[in-house]
């Protein structure tokens, strides 16, 4: 399948400083790549779709000035915790869907983040 | 909120073939089937998609009701590397965005 490369896997972060994840499509144009967030023993949600060149859309709830969601190119997209406070600590995971036209998305492999 | 309904865990021995079941009554008649796993802290691996008829990968079978409100994903021959968390989602053409359930804790017994 497609692979889809995060990074970094694992960060910590003082409280107050701010944290850019990034989410690359290696071997394939994703003109749509999906933002999730996980807590421990829970599943993964949905926090914003993200289009190349265009701003992102954010679920309710979420707060589009803390997370901050760049997607430059059909390869690349960023998300950036703001002001990150120890109940931003999560696995943050992207998923992109290829420009080809194939329906399943594909998933990289998280991002671990402590802030404390 | 989730649209599929997936029970919370299930046990299976190494080797025997383990049957996980989805309900996903709402979907509609253009909305695929997909599932995923998730191993312990990655990000979920894609299985097998489907619209109607069923199918099959080297990973596993997918078998979708005639009336589409219910598939059961097979792997065959299960081993303790396929314990995992197991998502079945469906999603609009239109949007391909994920709304993940709780999933199916499955749980390979040697």
């Known amino acids: 399948g497609a692979v889809v490369s995060q990074h970094p896997s694992r960060v910590i972060c003082k409280s107050g400083t701010s944290v850019k994840i990034e989410c690359r499509s290696l071997?394939?144009?994703?003109?749509?790549m999906f933002w999730y967030r996980q807590f421990p023993k829970q599943s993964l949600m949905l926090m914003a779709t993200?289009?190349?060149?265009?701003?992102?859309?954010?679920e309710q709830g979420v707060e589009k000035d803390k997370f901050l969601i760049n997607h430059a190119s059909l390869t690349l997209s960023t998300l950036t915790v703001t002001s990150a406070h120890p109940e931003d600590s999560s696995f943050y995971i992207c998923?992109?869907?290829?420009?080809?036209?194939?329906?399943?998305?594909?998933f990289g492999q998280g991002t671990r983040l402590t802030v404390v | 909120d989730a649209k599929t309904t997936q029970p919370t865990s299930m046990d299976c021995a190494e080797g025997r073939a383990a049957n996980l079941p989805c309900n996903h009554s709402?979907?509609?008649?253009?909305?695929?089937v997909y599932w995923y796993r998730q191993i312990h802290s990655q990000g979920p691996q894609y299985i097998i998609h489907?619209?109607?008829n069923n199918e099959t990968n080297e990973m596993a079978s997918l078998i979708i009701t005639e009336d589409r409100k219910s598939s059961t994903l097979i792997l065959p021959h299960a081993t303790l590397r396929d314990t995992a968390v197991y998502y079945c989602?469906?999603?609009?053409?239109?949007?391909?965005?994920?709304?993940f359930g709780t999933g199916t804790r499955l749980k390979v017994l040697a």
């Open positions: 489907g619209l109607k």
């Open positions: 989602i469906y999603t609009t053409s239109g949007t391909y965005k994920y709304i």
């Open positions: 071997d394939f144009q994703a003109t749509t």
């Open positions: 998923s992109a869907r290829s420009l080809a036209g194939s329906t399943e998305a594909f």
């Open positions: 709402t979907i509609s008649g253009n909305e695929y």
């Open positions: 993200s289009n190349e060149g265009s701003k992102a859309t954010y």
